[in-house]
């Protein structure tokens, strides 16, 4: 049974090379697939309202499982991971105190645009023993001291995404319920460029009534491949992992010039970066028409991502569970 003496008593015991126990709620199956590549074992808490994990977006790796609330007692926490200091906080925080268990929160989205700063505020002033975002733009959105927290940006598996080839003549993009959030995700910009008729688009994604999201990983990754270019309309999202993703797999991309994207984009170079849809269409027919302007751009922007997608996971979760929980001692 876990039990605050046994959380102590495992810590005191625990090697360097021991997998550590990580509880956390279901919030990106992205991020979460990221930390399970450090070798420990991640528990997503199976909570009413959330949904269970999405393996048309990843295939659950072996060291990660669903736990029902029954079942927490029968595990020892080294840590808990908190994604979504929104929805997830209370319920996580209640654990940390209960199990004598340090929290991580992660923060790798924004706050949305209908929140006020006095909402924000409240949200930042939720106490983690150790904080994560995933770019400075992300921190200052919540209000947060970049000295505060450990900057670590997104990552995929670039052993995975690799391999673009191209040639399907299509514009691809992947946006879950792209048109039902047009606040952050742009969808009036492709509805625009797609207005132009001057390419065939290929939406992907969850977006019902619009697009489907691809079956599995394995189809994600040829449909990356096969893109002749891909475009993201993001408005206020931080960079996306689609974004990465399509990179990652080296194919050219065309994007908006919007929060933390700026810092990865260098607009000719490892793709194109604009906010006026005419130069979207622009760039968009240029890489059309020019298979070795789009293989040079897409190989730039593997180069770019393979580079970035290195963040030391093991040192944040190592650091955390070092301290003593703040919740237990404010």
């Not at 489907?212 to 990754?221: C, S």
Request: net charge negative.
């Amino acid at each position: 049974m876990a039990t605050v003496f046994g959380t102590i008593l495992q810590g005191i015991n625990r090697q360097s090379d021991d997998k550590l126990n990580i509880l956390t709620i279901n919030d990106s199956e992205k991020l979460q697939s990221e930390l399970c590549r450090t070798g420990h074992n991640l528990y997503i808490l199976k909570v009413k309202g959330v949904r269970s994990w999405n393996t048309g977006i990843r295939n659950m790796p072996d060291n990660c499982k669903e736990i029902d609330q029954e079942q927490l007692n029968s595990i020892n926490f080294d840590l808990i991971i908190c994604q979504d200091r929104m929805r997830h906080y209370e319920i996580l925080a209640e654990f940390s105190v209960k199990f004598a268990c340090p929290m991580l929160g992660v923060d790798c989205v924004l706050p949305t645009p209908d929140i006020n700063q006095f909402q924000i505020q409240a949200l930042a002033d939720r106490i983690y023993d150790n904080s994560v975002c995933c770019s400075k733009f992300v921190a200052q959105g919540w209000g947060l001291d970049v000295k505060d927290v450990t900057v670590l940006p997104k990552s995929v598996d670039t052993d995975f995404f690799k391999g673009w080839i191209g040639g399907d003549s299509r514009v691809l993009t992947n946006v879950d319920f792209y048109h039902n959030r047009n606040m952050v995700t742009g969808f009036t910009i492709f509805d625009k460029i797609s207005a132009s008729k001057k390419f065939k688009m290929n939406p992907i994604g969850n977006s019902p009534g619009f697009s489907n999201q691809t079956k599995n990983q394995d189809e994600l990754l040829s449909v990356y491949n096969k893109a002749s270019v891909f475009l993201n309309t993001s408005s206020w999202l931080s960079t996306p992992y689609e974004l990465i993703e399509a990179m990652s797999c080296g194919c050219p991309v065309v994007t908006t010039k919007t929060t933390d994207i700026v810092d990865i984009i260098k607009n000719g170079e490892n793709g194109f970066i604009t906010n006026d849809v005419e130069e979207m269409i622009s760039y968009i027919d240029g890489l059309m028409k020019d298979h070795n302007l789009a293989k040079s751009i897409g190989e730039k922007g593997r180069n770019t991502i393979v580079e970035m997608c290195n963040p030391d996971w093991n040192k944040q979760l190592f650091n955390t569970i070092d301290r003593v929980p703040v919740l237990i001692v404010s």
